[in-house]
């Protein structure tokens, strides 16, 4: 059997976070009545006139700049023509032969092996309105109403070169890349909502090919799942036709989550010719260098530099610190935790283990985390200063999960404070010693595992509250 | 001939146009007509000259990102042919 | 008393001294629209109960001793690919045959904002697409000075409306002579402004890059108050252009002493009807006469200007109408069923032939494998057809050449297409170059006015206003009254 590589590349589609679309002033909220943030321009109605919105230049200066692109001084739009209803105009203002960004990289690290992989452009464009359908799918539906309100919305599509062999690798570029457009705060990056949407351009190669096989587009994928799934499917069907002797057809392709399977979207459709011609409706748009650094200067701390402070300033493995990193809000959470507590690490830990536990058992994201930062900051202090045991700070925690009270508060509602009067402990050490002296007498014969059970029945006869330190610390004395 | 017929309904086809069948020599002999007179720019060397896309000596004209009141819905929908579910209806996307 | 057939300047000066009333003028001007709007046909809507309602609010804002705009209370008539919200708006198409816009056009709520009266919508080529108005959906527009001829387009209805006394002003637009032709078939004055002086939003696109709004008026003057209504930066239109508008009516002053006149020779070959020739001789003599210096200048690339009209309009044209589709307005197509189909149909029944030719043309000479042999090579020499123009403005300060090689032919000429594209090589490069070109009566051949095509330098309006001021005081062409004569 032949060996295949792998090549993927991905055009990823995100939706700006600006107030307003592309080119009206119509609000870009989502989720309303069909049909209700529209205007003459959106609406495609004659007569009506583009005008660019700023922010949407500045948006992908920014991101340009974050991803390590050369952004381009002269920018002009274009206009691509095809036919489609939701397409208000029948063409789309996007930017063809001379996008605002050029080159550019992310940096990916699997198992601990970094990679770069290369970012060829970056466009501004617009995104069209949105069909339902009187049926369950658009080719059992017999009719369809179109909703233009998300018509102009602007898109920034990112383009990465052919680098990634693998559906990990692109799992790797996609996290990356999402992590970087949260950080710089320009996208919501909600891949379910669709305002950051991947197609992947998927071929194999035998080993030692020097050229690229013929690849398929893969659309629709709408989560991390779908896209490795639909990377792993697609080069399994590859694999098979090319075994077969058969040939691999250029063509888009549609993933079926349900099934778990690609889709030819081949229709009678004619062959795609988009006539791009520049837009005449819109002037140039000129990006001088004070601009390009004054957007340098304003750009946030982005993912890759979080990770080294949270390496270097906070002493967190690396590997703990990625999983942090890795979605913005969390990497918040952690900062905003961290400003209220006297243990990193330990917050971490807290993040990773239990709070993920909860968050991947309720299903939610840590922005619905009913626990405030500085209150786990809190409690990890107090574990820290000897006031909770962790056993008992996890019974605390389960209690600020139900109710929005602080550690201190609750510590004091369930009568949780540890015992830290060395009086007080010694004398139930006393009871317990003279109770076990069979331990006493192992532990005197070199058996140091015995102070476990005795320190543990200290524990229980202290209903849990006694500094387990100092308990271990004054039965070795007593044990002399 | 630039273009023949099947040239003709090719570019119907990209224009979603249909040119009937009665008219579609006359059609395509007056396309041809045009097209050959094109042939005059052949006389011209526009090596290294720019295009001019825009006339105006202008750049940079923005709007600030402050959401305005568009249309209401009502009007939006005012001249639809056809209406359903607050949206435009259109028959079966795909053909 | 005959007020329509008044100039808006004489009649704001009647408005203001409470000679006569806004009421007045509105409803002489609907009666001279019954009595020869049978023969003429200049429109397509009109709206006569909004304009007497308006007339009667200018009537007691006069009566209230408030100041009054220039054009306040004056009926004008509007080219229809203007929007004008809650009055159809239909390009002369079957396709907008129903469409009520939403919105006003800037330049109406200009108009509106100074208390203009509209007397309705004019006739046209559909879209704009043409130079004669007889691709009208509607019907066709006739020439008052012979009904047998066509009023030229596409601004027909806005010429004719004009000389026939069916409006004091007019509006049109002119993307490669649609003003200024009609204008000269008509006997009046055209504008057609630098390009990104008059806010393109809310007229419907033909081709972006060169439409242009204007006045079609009965003098100088009058094209001078409605530039300044209209001119002005738009933040809806990002091609118009952020520059101070001034106040048109100081430039006109009756001197065009050391002005330097350049007489283009290409616009004046063999293509020119002698007789059309002749008169525009005649007025360059009468600018030598009044002092102008006249310097034969040379717009080599000339003969190229039509074909890349021909290929730039139509690729513009070809996106700029693909948004009529039957999805949100306007025709839609019976009993298709699928989109594409109902798309297909309703384009096809819904657009002429002429529209239908010229978006194939556009379709075609920006599609894979021609982009570069048509339209690429022809915004090339778009840029030779400028820097013509460029070099020609060292040696002069204004071009003088005929708006038209003929006057107004017969209708149904049955002309080819190519043959009547041709017709407009005097006009096309102006808007090719973004110039400010204004068309003026200069005379008479074979009973049918002729104009002449005055062009400036960009931005520079106010030239081409004081040399056409200057001729106009010097004769009486402006003056005479289209007869309505033959039998169409």
């Known amino acids: ?408 508060q609750l510590v004091k509602e369930l009568g949780l404070e540890q015992v830290s009067d060395e009086g007080a402990i010694a004398a139930i050490v006393d009871e317990v010693l003279a109770e076990n002296p069979q331990s006493v007498a192992d532990y005197k014969a070199g058996k140091d595992k015995a102070i476990g059970f005795l320190v543990g029945q200290v524990m229980k006869k202290s209903r849990g509250k006694a500094n387990p330190g100092m308990v271990n610390k004054l039965l070795k004395e007593k044990m002399q | 001939m630039k273009v023949t017929v099947k040239d003709v309904e090719h570019i119907a086809g990209l224009s979603r146009l249909t040119i009937p069948e009665s008219e579609m020599e006359k059609f395509t002999e007056q396309f041809n007509q045009i097209l050959n007179y094109a042939d005059i720019l052949e006389k011209i060397d526009t090596e290294g000259i720019e295009p001019t896309p825009y006339v105006l000596p202008i750049s940079n004209a923005f709007r600030e990102d402050v959401p305005q009141p568009g249309v209401t819905h009502e009007e939006a929908l005012e001249n639809a042919p056809a209406v359903y579910n607050d949206g435009f209806k259109v028959p079966r996307v795909i053909e | ?105 800037h330049v109406i709520k200009k108009l509106r904002a100074d208390d203009a009266i509209f007397t309705g919508k004019t006739n046209m080529d559909e879209f704009a697409m043409g130079s ?20 030229g387009g596409s601004s027909g209805g806005s010429a004719a409306a004009i000389a026939a006394g069916e409006a004091i002003w007019s509006l049109g637009s002119d993307t490669g002579g649609s003003i200024r032709q009609p204008a000269s078939f008509n006997g009046c004055v055209g504008i057609k402004p630098t390009y990104g002086r008059v806010s393109r939003y809310g007229c419907v696109a033909f081709a972006s890059s060169l439409d242009q709004i204007g006045p079609i008026t009965r003098d100088v003057t009058d094209a001078a108050l409605v530039l300044n209504t209209i001119c002005g930066k738009d933040e809806h239109d990002s091609t118009s252009l952020p520059v101070d508008v001034p106040d048109f009516t100081k430039a006109l002053r009756a001197d065009v002493k050391g002005l330097r006149i350049g007489l283009p020779k290409e616009y004046y070959g063999e293509g020119v009807d002698p007789k059309v020739k002749a008169e525009i001789e005649k007025a360059v003599k009468t600018y030598e006469s009044l002092g102008a210096e006249i310097v034969d200048v040379s717009l080599p690339h000339t003969e190229y200007a039509v074909i890349t009209y021909y290929i730039i309009a139509p690729a513009e044209a070809s996106a700029n109408l693909a948004r009529y589709d039957g999805v949100r307005y306007g025709f839609r197509a019976a009993n298709a069923t699928s989109a594409p189909e109902m798309t297909r149909l309703s384009r096809t029944e819904g657009f002429g032939p002429e529209v239908r030719r010229r978006i194939m043309l556009g379709t075609y000479v920006l599609s894979s494998g021609y982009y570069d042999a048509y339209y690429k090579k022809a915004m090339q020499v778009r840029t030779l057809i400028r ?102």
């Open chain 1, 1 to 408: 059997m032949t060996n295949y590589i792998t090549v993927i590349g991905l055009e990823v589609h995100a939706e700006l976070k600006t107030k307003t679309k592309a080119f009206c002033s119509c609000s870009t909220e989502f989720g309303s009545l069909p049909n209700t943030h529209v205007c003459p321009v959106c609406l495609g109605m004659p007569g009506a006139l583009p005008v660019l919105n700023k922010q949407v230049v500045e948006f992908a200066i920014r991101t340009g700049l974050a991803l390590g692109c050369d952004i381009q001084k002269f920018n002009k739009f274009d206009r691509k023509n095809y036919f489609y209803p939701d397409l208000a105009k029948n063409y789309q203002i996007s930017q063809f032969d001379q996008p605002i960004c050029l080159g550019g990289h992310i940096d990916i690290e699997i198992d601990g092996v970094p990679k770069r992989l290369g970012i060829t452009r970056i466009h501004m464009e617009e995104d069209a309105g949105k069909l339902n359908h009187s049926g369950a799918t658009i080719s059992t539906s017999d009719f369809s109403s179109v909703d233009y309100n998300r018509a102009g919305v602007p898109l920034l599509e990112i383009v990465s070169e052919p680098d990634m062999r693998s559906a990990e690798e692109a799992r790797a570029y996609m996290e990356q890349l999402k992590a970087i457009l949260e950080y710089i705060d320009v996208c919501d990056c909600k891949m379910q909502e669709g305002s950051l949407r991947c197609d992947a351009n998927i071929s194999i190669m035998p080993e030692g090919a020097k050229e690229f096989g013929t690849r398929a587009e893969i659309k629709n994928l709408n989560s991390f799942r779908a896209l490795v799934r639909a990377i792993e499917y697609e080069v399994e069907r590859q694999k098979a036709i090319l075994e077969d002797g058969g040939h691999v057809v250029q063509e888009t392709r549609t993933w079926d989550e349900a099934n778990g399977v690609t889709l030819s979207m081949r229709s009678k459709e004619e062959a795609h010719d988009y006539r791009y011609f520049p837009e005449p409706d819109l002037v140039p748009v000129e990006i001088d260098d004070a601009w390009i650094e004054r957007v340098r200067g304003e750009l946030p701390e982005l993912p890759a530099q979080r990770l080294e402070r949270l390496v270097e300033k906070h002493g967190l493995p690396k590997y703990d610190a990625s999983l942090i990193v890795a979605t913005k809000a969390m990497a918040d959470y952690f900062d905003a935790a961290c400003a209220n507590s006297k243990d990193d690490k330990a917050v971490s830990n807290w993040l990773l283990g239990d709070v993920s536990a909860y968050l991947n058992a309720e299903n939610i994201t840590i922005e619905q985390f009913p626990v405030k930062p500085e209150n786990l900051g809190e409690l990890v202090t107090l574990i820290k200063d000897g006031v909770l045991s962790s056993k008992l700070a996890k019974k605390v925690f389960a209690e600020m999960l139900k109710a929005d009270k602080t550690p201190k």
């Open chain 3, 1 to 105: 008393m005959d007020l329509y057939k008044l100039t808006a300047h004489e009649l704001h000066d009647k408005l203001v001294s409470k000679e006569i009333s806004s009421v007045e003028l509105t409803e002489n001007v609907y009666s001279r629209i019954d009595e020869v709007e049978d023969k003429v046909q200049a429109y397509v809507t009109l709206d006569k109960e909004n304009a007497m309602a308006q007339a009667a609010k200018v009537d007691a804002k006069i009566a209230a001793g408030e100041a009054i705009a220039p054009l306040a209370g004056i009926p004008g008539a509007i080219k229809d690919n203007i929007c004008t919200k809650g009055l159809l708006t239909t390009c002369s198409s079957k396709m907008l045959s129903n469409v009520v816009p939403i919105y006003d056009a």
């Open chain 3, 132 to 151: 004669t108005t007889e691709s009208s959906y509607f019907h066709k527009t006739y020439n008052p000075w012979n009904l047998e001829r066509v009023p």
């Open chain 3, 387 to 488: 820097r013509d123009f460029n070099e020609a403005f060292e040696k002069c300060d204004m071009l003088l050449t005929p708006t038209s090689p003929v006057v107004a032919y017969p209708v149904d000429g049955k002309m080819d297409p190519l043959s009547i594209y041709m017709l407009d090589v005097t006009t096309i490069p102006v808007n090719m170059a973004g110039l400010p070109g204004i068309s003026i009566p200069c005379g008479f051949a074979d009973g049918m006015p002729v104009g002449m095509q005055l062009i400036g330098k960009v931005l520079d309006e106010e030239t081409v206003l004081r040399a056409a001021y200057t001729f106009e005081q010097a004769t009486d062409f402006h003056k005479a009254m289209a007869p309505l004569g033959g039998n169409k």
